[in-house]
């Protein structure tokens, strides 16, 4: 019978119960013309199978022209398929060497086959410099370049630095979701080009080659103060939520809006700030009229100015009321998000949970009060910003209210902060109540 094409190998081992195959992985083919499919090494025992890429990516008239290959006639032979072929045969090789080491040891498994390949140390990989530069970031961008590192090695594999070339990392972004993440996999690669560890003629981006998309400047990302009025609204009228939801998830739904709320009227503060914010010194001493805080963001560097005072306008002391915390000296304002948490990678993580939950409710929240924007918590620094300009706010205060630097500026060091009833009546506008300065 003939053999069907692009299902051959190019080269198999057995030992026992254990079979090697050295083919392409034909798993999540969907027929494409001209689809790039990974060549693979298969490992089978016992009717289980454990894929080990080989970080090569071919068609299936491209594998067939390997497997055919003979080196005849060939004068480049390193950059034909008959020195591909020669490369995928070494790669098979040291794996199978592998698996015969561990079965004459008597403890051969497919999962610690996969653990010692992946984890191999006889030669460096890209994805083992990416972790290592992930781990001089701050915790919430090394979170970010892990997460594009999981998405390249699902989708591409652990590959050795002569593997990442502009092909692969086009096949890659063809699969994946987030331009974001070929940012982050730019950076690894001009940190393995100062390494020598790829030629710098390879290099794959700019003019011509792979272009990364700007990010957006997210100029409509933000609610004007009429749908913030009607979320307000809404969550003071808790009108009649729908039956299906439960009484905790109505809850959840209602401590979303607030805290949305919250972050819009506290001088549009992320979530990572509105959840450590705290019932303080400063707090009291104002009657409890004002909040102030160092920004999460900023305030481990020297040159930015991380202070941030917030006004608490009527509407803001409501939610404050009805939502935040017993008032404690000392704890949090919306204990509710991170509760007793004091860890700091935990509370990291639970805010970026936290993110992604007021993302969900908001949008039904949304479709209930039939608005079709479909906001995040990043909106409402935006929208503080927005709203407050279009008032006609002085963008002295808009800034300085945001915690932006002022280093730039020398004068702006000898300008005191806004007067406070200025900073009420500012803030008052974010949801079209005038009050008189």
Known sequence: MKEEKGLGRLKQERLLNIVATLTIDTRKKTNKAGEKLPVCVRISQNRSNAYLRTGLFVT???WDELRHATGRGVIDKEGSAWGKKQQQIKLFDNIWQKVVELSNDGCFSLDTLKKIVKNKQDDETFLKLWE?????????????????????????????????????????????????????????????????????????????KIEIKKGSTRKQEYLPVSDMKRLYDFLLSEQELPKSWTKGYKLAVLRSVATFLAAYLGNGMNLADLARLEYNDYYFSTSKSFFRFLRTKTKDKADNQSEVIVPIVPELRTIIDKYGSEEKH????????????????????????????????????????????RPTMTWTRHSFASNLTHAGVPERYISQAMGHSTSGSVTANYISEFPRDKMMHYNSLLLGVENPV
């Not at 502009?166 to 974001?180: C, D, G, I, Q, V």
């Not at 805010?351 to 209930?368: F, P, T, W």
């Open 60 to 62: 299936v008239d491209e």
């Open 330 to 373: 000392g704890s949090r304002v919306f204990g509710y998000i991170l509760e007793d948490i004091t860890e700091e990678m935990q509370i990291r993580k639970l805010i970026a949970q936290e993110n992604s939950n007021i993302k969900d409710r908001l949008e039904k929240v949304c479709e209930l009060l039939g608005m079709p924007q």
């Open 132 to 208: 290592s530069v992930a781990s001089t970031k701050k915790l919430g961008t090394a979170e970010n370049y892990r997460i594009a590192a999981k998405c390249f090695e699902k989708l591409v594999g652990d590959i050795g630095f002569e593997d990442v070339t502009e092909e692969t990392l086009e096949r890659w972004r063809s699969a994946m979701l987030n331009e974001s993440y070929m940012r982050a996999c730019r950076v690894v690669i001009n940190v393995a080009i100062d390494n020598r560890l790829i030629d710098s003629r390879r290099y794959p981006f700019g003019k011509g």
